[in-house]
């Protein structure tokens, strides 16, 4: 069974209920689904289905570069952030890595790959999930090579502290020490820029980003990856498989950041449900939930005797549990923001179970 959500397909066939029936909570995409630009774009390409796409990816460089206003020698696009997770691991070959936990699930999965030994780092419920100071020292005595971190977090959805970031940049740079900084989520964070700005002036700073949850492109694939370590950058180019992105994304790719109205849309969206949920999942006493900064929401089940993983699903309704996670256990979930009507739907179903208490 797959790590991550999203698997509909897999959850659909192991429980009889029909993949477009459930609603799913599970993976969090942009419920607006994507621009109309991208299908039309797709629809007048379809002609190309028969070439290579270009090997070097020329155009969507050039569109990521001037979009983060770096040089195109700083950008390395990928088959979605993943393949890039895969690529800088396999570009690094750190021998020893530290991974704060609960985090997302594929920075471990490369790093066993490629025989790392990693140290977990525990957020701890205590802290409020969110890593502080203690982790330079932390880094002063493992000595790590390489540190993932995600901003905001997946599945907290924590966003760290800037000053905090800013500290643990300055370190890493200082001691060699490699930082992948997992972007993914930031596109919903109307005014963050988060770290770009910083890569010319490191070489050993990573950015990895996203595209396919903001632009609700995760079955066509794309992310980005973008460092000051130039040399870096053109040895993942160099060793990678060619034609990894399809042609259609690599287009897509270059359209995208011109979607002004669409992004504009987007943070009109999450600023109204994100808050909508949270209101309404702050009203049940059975749950603790800790303060989203992106389009999703994590919290805590306090009612042992409600599996609510099982009991929404029979309502056709797939949520994230987190129990796989690291750190974590079965009374932790995370869930989307979707569309008003799905968001309404939820609750309702929520409703059923904790004051009606029908499991
Ligand atoms: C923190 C984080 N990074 C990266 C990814 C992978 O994104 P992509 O679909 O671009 O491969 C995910 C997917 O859930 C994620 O949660």
């Known amino acids: 069974m797959s790590e991550h959500g999203g698997n509909i397909i897999g959850i659909s066939q192991q429980y009889g209920i029909s993949a477009s029936e459930l609603i799913d909570f599970s993976a969090n995409i942009n419920p607006l689904g994507p621009p109309e630009r991208v299908k039309i774009l797709i629809k007048n390409s379809l002609a190309d289905i028969e070439k290579y796409p270009d090997v070097d990816y020329r155009y969507l460089h050039r569109a990521i570069a001037k979009a983060h206003q770096c040089d195109t020698t700083q950008v390395i696009a990928g088959n979605g952030a993943t393949e890039l997770i895969y690529a800088v691991v396999r570009y690094l070959k750190p021998k020893r890595a530290l991974l704060l936990t609960p985090g997302f699930a594929e920075y471990r999965r490369a790093l066993q790959q490629f025989g790392t030994k990693i140290i977990d780092y525990s957020l701890t419920e205590e802290s409020g999930f969110q890593p502080d100071l203690r982790l330079l ?106 034609w990894s992105i399809n042609t259609f994304a690599a287009r897509v790719g270059e359209i995208l950041f011109d979607e002004h109205d669409y992004i504009a849309a987007t943070h009109q969206w999450l600023k109204s449900q994100q808050h909508y949920l949270w209101s309404q999942l702050s009203a049940f006493p059975e749950l603790v939930l800790w303060q989203p900064s992106a389009n999703f929401l994590f919290f805590r089940n306090n009612q042992p005797d409600v599996d609510l993983w099982h009991s929404l699903l029979k309502h056709k309704i797939l949520i994230r549990h987190c129990k796989n996670y690291a750190g974590l256990d079965e009374r932790y979930y995370r869930i989307a923001v979707r569309s008003e009507w799905e968001n309404k739907r939820l609750i309702a179903a929520m409703q059923q179970i904790f004051v009606y208490k029908v499991f």
Do not use: W
């Not at 890493?172 to 010319?200: A, T, W, Y």
């Not at 950015?207 to 632009?215: A, D, E």
């Not at 609700?216 to 000051?228: F, K, M, N, V, W």
């Open 137 to 242: 020292d932390a880094l002063t005595t493992i000595k790590p090579d390489c540190l993932f971190i995600a901003t905001p977090n997946n599945p907290t959805g924590l966003m760290p502290d800037n000053q905090f970031m800013q500290a643990l940049v300055e370190y890493c740079e200082k001691n060699r020490i490699s930082l992948i900084v997992d972007e993914s989520f930031i596109d919903f964070l109307p005014d963050n820029r988060g770290l770009i700005p910083q890569c010319s002036a490191t070489k050993h700073l990573y950015i990895l980003r996203s595209m396919t949850k903001f632009f609700a492109i995760a079955g066509l694939r794309l992310g980005y990856l973008i460092s000051g370590n130039t040399t870096a950058i053109a040895e993942m180019k160099n060793r990678r498989e060619p």
